[in-house]
C-alpha cells in the first residue's frame, strides 16, 4: 500500500491522473475464467488418468518379475528391458505434459491469453476514454497502463549511464 501511496504521490503533484484497479476480482467475476479452469481440469484429469493406467503397467511388471523364481534368464532380461522403456515413457510422458513448457503450461497460456488481452484491452478503453495516464493492478502490484509522456525509464538509463551527475 505505501508503494501504490508513494507512486501516487508525485502523480497528483505534477497532475497527473492514475487509476487503480483489482485484476482479480476481474478474474472473478468472467464466466469465461471458470470455464477456462473447468477445460483445463477435465484435460488434466485425462492425463492424470493416463499416467496412472501406465505406473499399473510398471506395477505389474515389477510384481512379475519379483515373484517369478522360475523365468528363463532371456525372458526375465525382456521383462527387464520392457520394465526400463515404460519407465522411460512414462518420464517422457509426464516432461511433456506437466514439465516447463509442456502441454499443461501451453494450455493454459491458450485458455487464458485471450481473456488477459481482453482485460488489457479494456484497462486502455477506459484509461483512454477517462484521460487516465497511469493504471495501477493492486492485486499485482503493478502499473499496467502508462503514456509514454510519463515514462522515465530512457532518463533513468541515461542517468545511471552517466555516472549519476
Known amino acids: 500500500m505505501k508503494l501504490v501511496i508513494l507512486l501516487a504521490f508525485p502523480a497528483l503533484l505534477f497532475g ?10 476481474v478474474f472473478e467475476s468472467l464466466g469465461e475464467v471458470s470455464d477456462a479452469r473447468e477445460l483445463l481440469e477435465t484435460e488434466m484429469d485425462e492425463w492424470e488418468l493416463h499416467v496412472d493406467s501406465l505406473q ?9 518379475l519379483s515373484r517369478t523364481l522360475m523365468m528363463s534368464p532371456e525372458r526375465r532380461q525382456e521383462k527387464e528391458t520392457l520394465l ?4 522411460l515413457h512414462i518420464e517422457s510422458y509426464l516432461s511433456s505434459i506437466f514439465g516447463p513448457g509442456g502441454l499443461m503450461e501451453r494450455r493454459n497460456e491458450e485458455l487464458v491469453n485471450p481473456i488477459i488481452a ?39 538509463i541515461d542517468r545511471v549511464m552517466s555516472g549519476n551527475d
Open 16 to 25: 497527473q491522473s492514475i487509476a487503480v484497479f483489482d485484476s482479480d476480482l
Open 56 to 64: 499399473e503397467e510398471i506395477d505389474e511388471l515389477e510384481a512379475d
Open 84 to 87: 526400463e522403456e515404460k519407465k
Open 118 to 156: 481482453a482485460i488489457n484491452t479494456a484497462v486502455m478503453d477506459v484509461a483512454s476514454e477517462d484521460g487516465l495516464q497511469i493504471v495501477l493492478d493492486a492485486a499485482a502490484g503493478q502499473v499496467v497502463y502508462a503514456e509514454a509522456s510519463v515514462d522515465i525509464t530512457d532518463k533513468v
